[in-house]
């Protein structure tokens, strides 16, 4: 699941003399789309605060996304704009030139707004207005194109889902099959992977082999994995298969895998399909 961290700019809010609505307003429409909201904070408009926390939650791989709300008017004390810049590494001019040109066409105080957006690590930070009603209007707009920005995840869920080469295992059917058949009384799972494919057998494959299933692309980063220390499976059968025949993915594009979709090898067209997940 992707994570998003909700940040409101509000000398008031901070004061507690303001309720804050659009920060719940970004929650509502975040927790709709699927997201995990991880962290609501007002703080106060203060450049150094805002910056610190947005960097701490990108540096921290608390989320994947960063919503902020308020500071990107005219005001001596709007200075959301400036602590985006002075956290972010890349900016992406596109999605605040979005917001600006959809909101014109509802009204011309858009063309006033300063919102930027950018990446910091692996974390896309984007400034959205101050008002509830503009706050809907921009992200409802945007949200449905911000998957296809941030994918690299994993599955929903999932303990390995994360930023990093690992983030989802396969194991072959034929494989599990013919330990069971030594004897081995193991059920689909039993050894951590997350799914179970029939047809393909994963340890010839090179690394950088990519698998699509519909719209989903994994590529192919590891084969085989260190035996955890006191598995269950080895101590009995004195073996394991996961060390040598699962294989790990990260995801390339995002999507929905389910119980009997096919997969196939991006450059081979070869078939296979899914058998749990």
């Not at 699927?34 to 150094?48: A, E, F, H, T």
């Not at 791989?61 to 002075?86: C, K, Y």
């Not at 950088?208 to 299933?213: L, M, P, S, V």
Request: hydrophobic share 40%.
């Amino acid at each position: 699941m992707k994570r998003v961290a909700i940040i409101t700019s509000s000398d008031a809010g901070y004061a507690g003399e303001r309720e804050d609505k659009s920060g719940p307003a970004i929650k509502e429409i975040a927790e709709k789309e699927g997201y995990q909201v991880v962290s609501m904070d007002i703080l106060p408009d203060d450049r150094d605060m805002l910056a610190r926390r947005m960097a701490q939650i990108a540096d921290e791989n608390l989320a994947e996304l960063i919503l902020t709300t308020g500071g990107t008017g005219f005001s001596a004390r709007d200075v959301m704009p400036e602590a985006t810049e002075d956290v972010i590494e890349r900016r992406v001019p596109g999605i605040p030139e979005a917001i600006r040109a959809y909101s014109m066409t509802i009204t011309k105080r858009a063309m006033l707004s300063r919102a930027t957006a950018g990446i910091r690590r692996q974390t896309l930070i984007i400034n959205l207005p101050g008002s509830p009603k503009a706050v809907r209007e921009s992200l409802e707009y945007i949200i449905p194109a911000l998957e296809h920005g941030i994918e690299d995840w994993g599955i929903k869920g999932d303990a390995h889902a994360g930023k990093w080469h690992r983030q989802v295992s396969l194991l072959s059917y034929d494989k599990i099959q013919a330990f069971r058949s030594r004897g081995a009384e193991v059920e689909d799972g039993a050894f951590g992977e997350n799914l179970v494919v029939e047809g393909f057998d994963f340890a010839t494959l090179p690394v950088g082999t990519r698998f699509c299933c519909k719209d989903v692309v994994l590529e192919l980063t590891q084969v085989g994995k260190e035996c955890h220390h006191g598995c269950v499976i080895f101590q009995k059968m004195g073996d394991c298969i996961m060390p040598r025949e699962g294989v790990f993915t990260r995801v390339l594009k995002g999507g929905t895998i389910r119980v009997g979709d096919d997969l196939r090898i991006q450059a081979e067209e070869a078939g296979g399909s899914t058998d749990d997940l």
